[in-house]
């Protein structure tokens, strides 16, 4: 596992001094711990205001890093902590997270049917969905305009035989991938599906027309620029920059391949040990309520998990790619969880095709 979540590029937190400064006293401030760029502003001033206390923010580039900090203490100084779906299972069998207390979020009630009772928590012990997204093809359709909605743009030479191409840096996105075009699940962990989707992607990043490992933003201004026809990317990541350069991303379409793809959603849990639980409650249900869920979906480009909030989306945000239509929706997996000689393997396994 990389321990990179799929979203926009993101900043290391810089800023953990200030979670012991200015005026309020500790028990009128919340400590939320985020990603980078992932909250409206405007949404911690309306809890603010609400509850009379103050939000203090800090962040990680990647789980990873998030984790090791739960456990070197984090856990007892942090209220909110928004990890990914597929890392939610080892924060709790390492018991760096606690149950929610049902009672205290009735705007539960809101969420989407495939974000109650999910298989990495289930009946929602320890989590409420934030924000979710897909993984899928960015594809420049004026350079490649017979590019199909299949992961053999990027793993079969006879389909794609001369147009540029880059693969993710996310190594589980990528064997997901290589595993559902081979015609197994895009969630696949067992050991000759995980050896023969690397023995693919090994075959395939020594094509002439493979440019290389990138992350999912920069990928982005290299397709629509025609420096690459096609990459992987987030739905989330496209929209937000087509958003900004309407122009510029005119003959892009970003598409779910048909074999399968990765539904990945960022949760709100509370740590083992928060200092507010009490007020870490009132923080998810605030968020869970449908205009603030759907103002925070308008703010950060992401897919809401909130039913309720859909009503109140922008436009753009109700309709795919934000909200992919049934077809795509039945193609999408969550992210499996790796652990054990399962974890061991899939790291050895990627850092051979990263080197080799």
């Known amino acids: 596992m990389t321990f990179f979540s799929p979203r926009p590029a993101l900043l290391a937190g810089a800023i953990a001094a200030v979670m012991f400064s200015g005026t309020a006293s500790a028990?009128?401030?919340?400590?939320?711990?985020n990603w980078t760029d992932y909250m409206d502003p405007e949404i911690i001033e309306a809890?603010?205001?609400?509850?009379?206390?103050?939000?203090?923010?800090?962040?990680?580039?990647?789980?990873?890093?998030?984790f090791s900090k739960l456990q070197a203490g984090?856990?007892?100084?942090?209220?909110?902590?928004?990890?990914?779906?597929?890392?939610?299972?080892?924060?709790?069998?390492a018991g760096l997270l606690q149950p929610l207390d049902k009672s205290q979020l009735p705007n539960m009630s809101n969420l989407m049917a495939r974000f109650v009772n999910p298989p990495y928590d289930p009946d929602n012990q320890y989590t409420a969905a934030y924000l979710?997204?897909?993984?899928?093809?960015?594809?420049?359709?004026?350079?490649?305009?017979?590019?199909?909605?299949?992961?053999?743009?990027?793993?079969?030479?006879?389909?794609?035989?001369?147009?540029?191409?880059?693969m993710l840096k996310?190594?589980?996105?990528?064997?997901?991938?290589?595993?559902?075009?081979?015609?197994?699940?895009?969630?696949?962990?067992?050991?000759?599906?995980?050896?023969?989707?690397?023995?693919?992607?090994?075959?395939?990043?020594?094509?002439?027309?493979?440019?290389?490992?990138t992350d999912s933003t920069p990928v982005l201004g290299?397709?629509?620029?025609?420096?690459?026809a096609l990459g992987v990317t987030y739905n989330g990541d496209y929209l937000q920059y087509k958003h900004d350069d309407p122009e510029g991303y005119a003959n892009t379409r970003f598409m779910i391949p048909k074999e399968g793809s990765e539904l990945w959603v960022d949760s709100m849990a509370i740590p083992a040990r928060?200092?507010?639980?009490?007020?870490?409650?009132?923080?998810?249900?605030?968020?869970?309520?449908?205009?603030?869920?759907?103002?925070?979906?308008?703010?950060?480009?992401?897919?809401?998990?909130?039913?309720?909030?859909?009503?109140?989306?922008?436009?753009?945000?109700?309709?795919?790619?934000?909200?992919?239509?049934?077809?795509?929706?039945?193609?999408?997996k969550f992210t499996p969880?790796?652990?054990?000689?399962?974890?061991q393997r899939y790291q050895q396994l990627w850092n051979e095709v990263q080197s080799r």
Not at 138 to 166: C, R, Y
Not at 337 to 343: F, I, P, V
């Open 47 to 66: 809890f603010e205001k609400k509850y009379d206390v103050e939000v203090v923010q800090n962040y990680y580039g990647s789980l990873g890093e998030m």
């Open 337 to 343: 969880t790796l652990s054990g000689k399962d974890l």
């Open 274 to 332: 928060a200092p507010h639980p009490e007020l870490a409650h009132k923080f998810i249900n605030f968020i869970l309520d449908a205009e603030v869920g759907a103002q925070l979906s308008n703010y950060t480009f992401y897919s809401t998990p909130n039913q309720a909030a859909v009503e109140h989306l922008d436009e753009v945000l109700q309709q795919p790619p934000s909200l992919p239509n049934d077809e795509d929706m039945a193609r999408l």
């Open 170 to 213: 996310d190594g589980q996105v990528m064997f997901g991938a290589a595993c559902a075009f081979l015609g197994k699940p895009y969630n696949c962990t067992a050991q000759e599906d995980m050896v023969n989707a690397a023995k693919l992607m090994l075959k395939t990043k020594h094509r002439s027309n493979f440019t290389g490992f």
């Open 74 to 93: 984090g856990v007892s100084q942090y209220d909110i902590v928004v990890p990914s779906n597929y890392f939610v299972p080892r924060m709790i069998e």
């Open 27 to 33: 028990a009128d401030r919340l400590y939320v711990f």
């Open 132 to 166: 979710w997204g897909s993984t899928g093809l960015i594809v420049n359709t004026k350079t490649f305009p017979d590019a199909k909605s299949s992961w053999s743009m990027l793993f079969d030479a006879s389909t794609n035989s001369d147009q540029p191409f880059s």
């Open 222 to 228: 290299q397709v629509s620029r025609g420096v690459n």
